[in-house]
């Protein structure tokens, strides 16, 4: 199947910093990509719908300021939270889709702990 | 927002079939059957879909009832390594579609 990477895979941070995570499609071009959040023992969240070139459409509640996306080409989508805390401790995993009508393919998530 | 329902967990012998089942009783008719599993602290890995016929692959296979109102994944041998959270999801096949992911079924294989 088609290839998505992250990275980083772990980060640890102070709270009141930014963290920038990269979400990458390796042997395919991806003109929309999806952010999920999941937190422990608890089903995956989407967040944002990453469309390349134009702005991110944020699911509702999600604060957009807060989770900044950008998705400057068909191969890259960052996700950059912002002025991290510790509630923002979670899994992120992105995901893309390399064929128009087909199944979306994961990364493999990326773990912040902010402290 | 997510149109499935499953069983929180499930248990399965090793080397027995572990059947999943998903209820999707609001599906509409463009909408297909997905199946994606979760080990834990990995990404989701997808493992089958389909419309309305059965479909079978390397993984797994799907059976969709004839009013598509449920669907129950198959795995005909379960090994250890199966143990996961395996997730169904309902969708419309097309780039900007959102996958929306329920609870999904936490399976156990045991020895």
């Known amino acids: 199947g088609a290839v998505v990477s992250q990275h980083p895979s772990w980060v640890i941070c102070k709270s009141g910093t930014s963290v920038k995570i990269e979400c990458r499609s390796l042997?395919?071009?991806?003109?929309?990509m999806f952010w999920y959040r999941q937190f422990p023992k608890q089903s995956l969240m989407l967040m944002a719908t990453s469309n390349e070139g134009s702005k991110a459409t944020y699911e509702q509640g999600v604060e957009k300021d807060k989770f900044l996306i950008n998705h400057a080409s068909l191969t890259l989508s960052t996700l950059t939270v912002t002025s991290a805390h510790p509630e923002d401790s979670s899994f992120y995993i992105c995901s893309a889709i390399p064929d128009p009508t087909g199944e979306l393919f994961f990364g493999e998530g990326s773990r912040l702990t902010v402290l | 927002d997510a149109k499935t329902t499953q069983p929180t967990s499930m248990d399965c012998a090793e080397g027995r079939a572990a059947n999943l089942p998903c209820n999707h009783s609001t599906i509409s008719g463009n909408e297909y059957v997905y199946w994606y599993r979760q080990i834990h602290s990995q990404g989701p890995q997808y493992i089958i879909h389909?419309?309305?016929n059965n479909e079978t692959n390397e993984m797994a296979s799907l059976i969709i009832t004839e009013d598509r109102k449920s669907s129950t994944l198959i795995l005909p041998h379960a090994t250890l390594r199966d143990t996961a959270v395996y997730y169904c999801?309902?969708?419309?096949?097309?780039?900007?579609?959102?996958?929306?992911f329920g609870t999904g079924t936490s399976l156990t294989v045991i020895p």
């Open positions: 042997d395919f071009q991806a003109t929309t």
């Open positions: 389909g419309l309305k």
């Open positions: 999801i309902v969708r419309v096949r097309n780039t900007g579609n959102q996958f929306y």
